[in-house]
């Protein structure tokens, strides 16, 4: 799955038994996301070989931990693994179009530059946070929240404290959200959330609301919300 909210290449320890990883030393580090359970254990391995359409790594380093598959895939790529292209994604028929940049250097592939302060017309400015890509978003015409794009969210999800600065929130035993570090215990639902953001606008009669105050931990910003597949596509 092409999960804009993850980073690289990230597989079950059973696909990387199969495909014969190395691994690259016996420490381990957590995977965090959303869910409530405990972070599991995520170990580092390398590929001799990645190849994606005509797109091919050599020595590529993957995430591997129990949670990166799931009944609807078997791993997940971030979009962070095509920094040297320019990425075109459509969500409507399911493509994903790469351009080379002509000036690329490898020596300057982790380097961040600030946008220019004049943007180009038709744009919007967008923030980034390691490999996380966030926009100023209003809700209900207030604020200029952080939303996360996410585009491994089957839904769009707001902080519960931001929905209920904004509107009615009401308990929904019934929603079920599960993440990599599992189900998240308390899902409730907020009524009638406009999201504005770039120029655009989506109403929602109700909306997915969580706790977000652990994936903010981990991210280290706070986080009003995540704009998934009901947006993106």
Request: hydrophobic share 40%.
């Amino acid at each position: 799955m092409l999960d804009t909210g993850a980073s690289g290449i990230s597989l079950s320890p059973k696909a990387a038994e199969q495909a014969g990883l190395d691994i690259l030393g016996a420490e381990s580090d957590e995977a965090r996301g959303i869910g409530d359970d405990k972070a599991l254990d995520l170990y580092r391995y390398l590929t001799s070989e990645a190849r994606i359409g005509d797109v091919t790594f050599a020595d590529f380093p993957v995430s591997v931990f129990r949670s990166a598959k799931s009944p609807n895939h078997d791993g997940l790529i971030g979009a962070d693994v095509f920094r040297r292209f320019l990425i075109e994604i459509d969500f409507t028929r399911s493509q994903l179009r790469l351009e080379p940049y002509p000036d690329w250097q490898a020596s300057e592939s982790n380097e961040v530059e600030d946008a220019n302060s004049r943007l180009p017309a038709g744009f919007v400015r967008a923030l980034r946070f390691g490999n996380h890509l966030t926009v100023p978003t209003s809700v209900n015409q207030k604020g200029a929240y952080l939303f996360l794009i996410d585009s491994g969210s089957f839904s769009n999800i707001i902080d519960s404290a931001v929905a209920e600065d904004s509107t009615r929130v009401y308990n929904h035993g019934r929603t079920l959200v599960h993440g990599i570090q599992g189900r998240v215990k308390e899902v409730s639902r907020a009524s009638r959330i406009t999201l504005a953001f770039a120029g655009f606008r989506q109403d929602n009669p109700d909306l997915l609301t969580a706790n977000m105050e652990k994936q903010n931990d981990a991210v280290g910003i706070g986080l009003a919300g995540i704009l998934g597949m009901p947006v993106l596509r």
